[in-house]
């Protein structure tokens, strides 16, 4: 199944979901259409095992990552570390890029999408609060909720923009962040 969803990926990056075939996907896999059947029925159910492994593997990561010792280091260095962590994901994973924010792939995307930045966004403000254990976790969960917007809204520049640019937008994107936070959460 894994290799499937390996190959889906590539595919998806390729072409994009609409144009996916279970064909195009079972050849990637070097396999047989029949082979892949056994596995999953339909190129609906190729995404749903996608979104299940984009979703799961973030959910489990971010709830690691976010930890008390990450919540305290100084915010230039957390700034730095999670976008460059997200950046390296969505270089290494094109296909969730193209899932999550660039395809027409229906309700269901948009659904797990949606849960998977709620979720995000909670464990930021949980951080936040760590940092700053007076300022109410309503008030964490709103900046939390806009700094990610923030995310959202640069990644699909730096995805579409030559290397060189791309790099600029990420350190702006970090700036911008820093200049967002440091007044509430910085030292």
């Known amino acids: 199944m894994a290799e499937i969803l390996d190959a889906a990926e590539l595919v998806i990056t390729e072409v994009g979901y609409a144009e996916m075939t279970t064909n195009a ?7 047989s259409p029949g082979s892949l059947y056994q596995y999953f029925r339909s190129k609906d159910e190729i995404l749903d095992g996608l979104l299940t492994r984009f979703t799961d593997d973030r959910r489990r990561y971010w709830d690691d990552w976010l930890t008390d010792d990450r919540a305290r280091m100084p915010l230039p260095q957390f700034v730095d570390q999670v976008i460059d962590e997200v950046t390296a994901f969505k270089g290494d994973h094109p296909a969730y890029w193209t899932l ?35 300022l109410p976790i309503e008030r964490c969960r709103v900046v939390a909720t806009l700094a ?32 967002y936070l440091t007044p509430t959460f910085g030292d």
């Open 25 to 31: 996907v079972a050849a990637k896999a070097g396999m």
């Open 148 to 179: 990610l917007a923030m995310v959202k809204a640069v990644m699909p520049l730096a995805a579409a923009a030559p290397a060189a640019l791309a790099s600029e937008l990420i350190i702006e994107l970090k700036v911008m962040l820093l200049g």
């Open 100 to 134: 999550l924010h660039g395809s027409t792939t229906g309700d269901r995307l948009t659904t797990a999408s949606e849960q998977l930045h709620s979720h995000i966004a909670e464990g930021f403000a949980v951080a936040l609060a760590r940092r700053a254990p007076d």
